[in-house]
């Protein structure tokens, strides 16, 4: 998985959550939206960001603000 980022959306983004994922492989977390309308503007920016973004994937910050 290090050539491909790994995103996991959750519904939590705690700094013990955070450093758990990243041992397990994940490089960024996504907080998901609690209202549905919420969450599809979150995961269409979200796709957007991927097809129109930089060529690589951005450096993980490690503050737990990753994709927000």
Same mark, same amino acid.
């Given at each position: +998985?290090?050539? =491909?980022?790994? =995103? =996991?959306? /959750? ?6 959550? *955070?450093?758990? *994922?990243?041992? #397990? ?8 939206? *609690? ?6 503007? /979150? =995961? #269409?920016? *979200? ?6 973004? #930089?060529?690589?994937?951005? +450096?993980? #910050? ?7």
């Amino acid at each position: +998985t290090n050539d =491909v980022p790994v =995103v =996991v959306m /959750t519904a939590s983004c705690e700094p013990d959550e *955070l450093a758990d *994922l990243r041992k #397990s492989g994940i490089h960024y977390c996504i907080q998901k939206p *609690l209202q549905f309308a919420a969450f599809l503007d /979150t =995961v #269409s920016k *979200l796709g957007l960001y991927w097809i129109l973004g #930089s060529a690589g994937a951005p +450096t993980p #910050s490690g503050d737990g603000n990753e994709g927000r």
